[in-house]
């Protein structure tokens, strides 16, 4: 076993697929962990701008989540149509370039790859940034542990979906059981108590309000609660992830995650006025987060408060894998049409798209990086790219339904057209209520992105106008190359280099360069040892030329001299045989030069189409017979 | 004009060698600097270890400086005679090794190896460490400016002996003006004031004698005022950068250096009794260098002090240099007889040994880093090296006068046998006294770096061994390869490559790997493109090898493939043809896959003789016509 194996697990066979996928149990921890965690700071994003409206902001979160849970119940009955239509898998990507045309798909992929580093960015630090406030002492790593959970989100990811799932349902399912837990309690006592509960521990007594509710505020506040709705895409886009028959399980999944959102959601939103719980400012003395206050006012501080933060803490560091999850996928489907690296279509040892994977890594790496691990400001940012790849997937779906009108289209296409019309006002919200706090770094972003596949697209369509070969080979005009053979001093590897050259060419010369003046002596070994023998066997004589060099340059002459002999025969392709010494070790790099190595790197920025480089290894520790 | 001929001069042709050679002018600078300086450490570093014995230690420097000057002389007179013997350079290793057998010169090597390295590092150091100790503010910077001032170093090096020779020349006459106006002047006060001259500044009063004399520490002092000796070797290694006649000039240069060297150390060495000037202790409240009260006593604090105390400074760091003019031709001297790489004796465009100035410059680099451009404690270490090679030089010496018995050889071996035994009982002294001060570690150093170097020249000699030929080339059992060429798809590319194999091989068989299923199509047009058109033009039809990946590994199966068609033909040769899109960016490295380089290092890692990798490069952008 090697550590190859031990780290990735075995490989995996093509044929393995089915095997490999995946049924709801599994499909809720990979692809549901950003939804569902968004729970977790979607409510208190939205509560924290309701501040200063002290006990009658508290009140007004109920119409902005039932907002957000209306339109969250849009989205996801267009996508449960999107996943029926698009069995193959019809992330906003797909359905917008296929159905608007390339410009449009090209929109949604830009603003999905953003969305997902972002994703896996701002779910790792806040992980990490949870427990950093819970144990202080650690803040000095932050940067070192969000890069630790990256580099094992990368790996498990890379061991495979199957793996994934697995790995993830505990926590995933604890955190679950705890909200639900958490709400039905609270629920029930608050109904018991006619609506006026009495807090197990009382919430910081609330603040009086500074300001007068405006549409401004409350539309901010919505802006912010719709954070809550980044993720709900991932089901659609990995579709083929699941069991046969892939849609029902994909759509199963999505229904799941989204109704464990919305009662989550609902919930939140009605325990907090209830139990006369409000946000307090982030980052002041005596923060204490919504879901931590609700824990406490309804179960006191016990072994279920400290279950249920632990499993907050470890599922918000885990949403980052959601866009570990679907962003390989995602940059397969765009690269399977060009507009990114064709190496993004392979899948690994384990049926991951590995490159995929490795690009997100690498990104997310980058971005905590520069932001030493501590990504709040870029949370604005993310809830931009969402909305507008649903808009686009959902406009998308409207043109779908007319082109393939059947029984449920017309209905179909109303569902999706609504939609589209709320995501599309929700992504103009978002983006006046946060243009300011960074959403305009996306709207520069994404032009960029898009230019950059544009790029991409056109650079492969050129390789494969210029090379694509629709005729039959052509038989004329071949002729023998003509060899060029540098050489230092006669030996047994220059013996084979022209042994291989007999066997292709007929006009052979050894290029020998003087540095500075020889005797004769291998001149006369040459007419002995080559000329006299070649012209016995009736071989073609090879050809000793001498090129001097005043500058002690070598290489350099050599290529002057190949060029000058192409020029010389235009019909002829003219081949350089580079003999080279190859020792085992890398240590025996610096006993010999490295010239061979640098007259090849020199012939090949030539360009020359007619000149052949060949290299003559020779092995001073030989593995074949 | 290229940024290297900015930085580096206009490459200079071997014929022009003899217009950059130089005279006594320049050469004082580039060989001497080291030995000069040491004018400004030697007698401190004695009076250092006399600072115990209070006033009676002042006047011990006269006995003990008698003794270096004598034992200088006697060196000296030997390396004269070593010019006169070797006017092509005749360092310690080539006297040694041509006189008492390899493992001398190795000695020698190896010892002048570690020294020169030394030299460059304290150098450095001594200069940056003054300046700091003038301008404590750059503390923080010092090994900043050691790294700066050895790329400087470096790049002034690698333009040549001419440009070094001039640059530095103004500093190094500075130096010696200041050192013996300031001597002349003191010596004249002290005559006209019968002995006891009045200093214009008095030096700090002297402690009172703590210690008895005991022979034990005036061994110690005299140990180390032979640092005082070291770089007297550089010009007998370097007599071929002179004028012709070289060893005539090379003659004159050292003449001049030890002379003022003597007239220096012995000028210190009177005045300091004189005017009653002891070290301090360094690292103490109130340090100040000898030359620096002396300069202080004898003119006061005006214009030539400080003219004087900046001169010291430069010197210091410039003496570094003479291991940088030494070095590289003591590298060479060795690599020429194969115990280090042959790269040593490639001479770069400005005529310098280029890998022996790289080499040296990141050894002293590495050392530098270490310390932290802190070196002081590295003063004890090479004055060991210094005088084993001094020592194995002169022993050489005799053995070469016995051997070439002429007129005056029995005077020139009684005196190399007087330095030899002279030489030889002063590095027991060293070591003896400076064991425990770290002399130990170049005990260490030095048969490890004997070993390194026997090592390479047993590799060369394998080398040299199995490739070597001097029968005639074998041109029996010639025939013709066969042909594999890996194959995605049929495009222009693979036309080439197909051409190309046409004009050397009669068996061709194209790879293709498949790892998923895969429809007729690309057999169906193969049969038509490529089969049919061969078979009526009458050459060798092409037979299409399909391998099956069940895990989508590429390279491997085509690796396994060849392995096998060699070893089903054991007597012919394998071709692999790998053909290859080659863009113009480097970024456009990420848009296509790199299986042909990992192929081809996967095929080179097999390392059989029989298999033989062709590259077919295609030119997206192709500069030949």
Known sequence: MTLTDLLFGRPLATEEEKAARIGPGKGIPIFGLDALSSAAYGPEAALTLLIPLGMMGVRHIVPITLCVLLLLAIVYFSYRQTITAYPQGGGSYTVASENLGTWAGLLAAAALMIDYVLTAAVGISAGVGALVSAVPGLQAHTLLMCLGILVVLTVVNL???????????????????????????????????????????????????????????????????????????????????????????????????????????????????????????????????????????????????????????????????????????????????????????????????????????????????????????????????????????????VVHWRRNAGEHSRKSMAINGVGAVATGITVCVVLVAKFTEGAWITLLLIPLLMGMMKAIHRHYGRVERVTALDRAVNTAELCRPIALIPVERWSVISEKTLRFAWSMASDIRFVHVECEEEDERFQKQWRALVEAPAREAKLAVPELVVLRSPYRFVAAPIVDYVLQVQQQNPARRVVVLVPELIEKHWYNLLLHNQRPQLLRSLLRSAANPKITVIDIPWYLNPLGR
Chains 1, 2 share one sequence.
């Open 159 to 397: 061991r495979g979906v199957q793996e994934t799932g697995g790995l993830f349902r505990l926590p995933t399912y604890l955190f679950i059981g705890c909200l639900l837990a958490l709400i039905a309690i609270g629920v029930a006592k608050t109904l018991l108590a006619g609506g006026h509960p009495l807090p197990v521990i009382a919430p910081p007594r609330l603040s009086r309000a500074t300001e007068a509710v405006s549409a401004w505020l409350l539309l901010r506040a919505f802006a912010s609660g719709c954070t809550a709705m980044t993720g709900v895409e991932a089901v659609s886009n990995g579709v083929m992830a699941f069991r046969d028959p892939t849609d029902k399980y994909a759509r199963l999944t999505l229904t799941i995650i989204i109704a464990i959102l919305m009662v989550m959601l609902g919930g939140i939103a009605f325990l907090a006025p209830a139990y006369g719980v409000a946000a307090t400012l982030p980052g002041a003395v005596g923060y204490q987060s919504v879901l931590s206050q609700l824990l406490a006012a309804v179960t006191g501080k016990g072994a279920f408060y400290w279950t249920s933060i632990v499993s907050i803490l470890i599922v918000l560091s885990l949403s980052a894998n959601t866009a570990f999850a679907d962003f390989p996928r995602l940059a397969r489907a765009i690269a399977r049409n060009g507009f990114l690296p064709h190496s993004f279509t392979l899948r690994g040892r384990r049926l991951v798209y590995t490159p995929g994977v490795y690009a997100l890594a690498i990104l997310t790496g980058v971005l905590l990086t520069i932001f030493g691990g501590v990504t709040d400001r870029l949370i604005p940012l993310y809830a931009v790219g969402a909305f507008l790849a649903f808009t686009l997937s959902q406009a998308g779906m």
